[in-house]
């Protein structure tokens, strides 16, 4: 499935963190459980694990529960446990009612089985989400024109580092390519690993990023999305130049790389065993507050100016079990997660590096996130993420492909061929 360009002025007038992502598309029916109103909490499946966030989701559905119209019951599952299990909640007899998920083209493999609950009633009946920008209306669609998402934050992706380290080995953030490669090399010379991975333990998908982000900087956007849709080939000669471009950096990389997850990997990035991370603002969630202040970033350097500016900018949110027997208590706890005080106290109980959905949430209003406004504002394009502009489906795909190649990279021809073969079979289930 394609998904349409965003223009930079799309993005300015309607939040482009969600403009270039794709409509979803499949046909949500009701169920005739999903009617019912049962008595009793909501149930919020959250995989939102890490210390801060968990703390931030607390907070919120105690502030839904003061308001008098329902209650919600909170049950928080280890992120990767979480991603790997959503099938199976969505599919069983007694599902839970409520989910932090990703809208797109995730959404859109859940929403063609008729597993989403239709959220027209909360779309039509929220004074907040009726002013939700025309960008986020279309993400949250469906291509039977019902919505099935709620969102609520959007965050960037950028290379991280800490500001402390940087000023303590006297280097700067570079502006090019060539400037990129250069400060790897200083860094190397001063015995630290110049770029941080945490592509292990549960958490492979990190290194899509890389993946994405050499992609869009060498081939565009566009074609990005059109490969992640099955409309070109893995082993293409344009996917070929990302990983002939990928191998300059290869020996930059912490040895470590493929076996810290990004947790892991956040502390030695703050502790200054590496000196920088491709990563999204979530890993703030699992560092220290005291940290937060000495965290800086740079965009991801330039590789060929002809290409539009894209970044990684993902929407975060709600979809709900078209199986739920709690249907109006949903529709209810939906309307209040799309309000600005409920995006302001998880933004206020998190690390506060996300960018809220609501048009008058306020955000943390940091240094950091002034500069993440703007780094994403300046961006002609937005992606999602490997899986978000793809499926989760087809995640596993990547992580095979990119673990082998970082293993060995010489083998990257057969490797490509495999990645390829693999993807064909979810493009053609």
């Not at 963190?17 to 109103?37: E, F, I, Q």
């Not at 007899?93 to 409520?98: G, H, L, W, Y």
């Not at 990703?102 to 929403?111: E, H, I, L, R, T």
């Not at 940087?166 to 630290?192: H, I, N, R």
Request: overall charge positive.
């Amino acid at each position: 499935m394609a998904n349409p360009q965003t223009s930079r002025r799309r993005f300015l007038a309607g939040l482009g963190a969600a403009g270039t992502a794709a409509l979803l598309s499949g046909c949500v029916t009701d169920t005739s459980s999903g009617k019912g109103s049962s008595k009793g909490a909501v149930t919020l499946q959250s995989n939102l694990s890490a210390p801060q966030a968990k703390t931030a989701m607390e907070d919120l559905v105690a502030a839904y529960g003061k308001k008098g119209s329902g209650k919600a019951s909170l049950n928080t599952i280890a992120a990767e446990t979480f991603r790997t299990q959503l099938p199976t909640y969505l599919t069983s007899a007694n599902p839970p009612d409520v989910y932090t998920w990703y809208p797109g083209s995730v959404a859109d493999a859940y929403a063609k089985k008729n597993l989403l609950l239709d959220l027209d009633e909360a779309w039509s009946s929220s004074p907040d989400l009726k002013r939700y920008t025309k960008a986020l209306h279309s993400l949250c669609t469906a291509s039977s024109g019902k919505k099935v998402f709620v969102p609520n934050t959007y965050y960037w992706w950028g290379m991280f580092y800490r500001k402390s380290n940087f000023a303590k080995w006297g280097v700067s953030a570079p502006t090019s390519w060539d400037g990129f490669l250069d400060l790897c090399d200083k860094l190397k010379s001063k015995g630290v690993a110049p770029i941080g991975l945490g592509a292990g333990g549960n958490t492979p998908w990190v290194a899509s990023a890389w993946f994405d982000y050499l992609d869009i900087r060498i081939n565009g956007a566009q074609y990005h999305r059109e490969l992640l849709a099955g409309k070109h080939r893995f082993d293409d000669p344009e996917v070929r130049k990302v990983f002939d471009r990928w191998q300059e950096v290869l020996p930059y990389f912490d040895p470590n790389g493929t076996a810290l997850a990004f947790q892991d990997a956040t502390t030695a990035l703050l502790g200054g065993k590496t000196g920088m991370m491709l990563i999204g603002t979530f890993f703030a969630d699992s560092a220290p507050k005291s940290a937060l202040d000495d965290i800086d970033f740079f965009r991801f350097p330039v590789i060929d100016s002809k290409i539009p500016l894209a970044e990684e900018a993902p929407v975060d949110g709600y979809f709900a079990s078209a199986r739920t027997g709690r249907r109006d208590q949903v529709v209810d706890l939906m309307k209040y997660l799309a309000t600005a005080e409920a995006q302001e106290i998880y933004i206020k109980g998190s690390s506060g590096t996300v960018l809220p959905c609501n048009p008058d949430a306020k955000d943390a209003g940091t240094a950091l996130v002034k500069k993440g406004r703007a780094h994403v504002a300046e961006a002609a394009e937005i992606t999602q993420f490997f899986n978000r502009d793809s499926s989760d489906a087809l995640q596993p795909t990547a992580d095979t492909a990119l673990t082998k190649f970082l293993a060995k990279p010489k083998q990257i021809g057969s490797i490509l061929t495999d990645w390829q073969r693999d993807a064909q079979k979810i493009w053609n289930a």
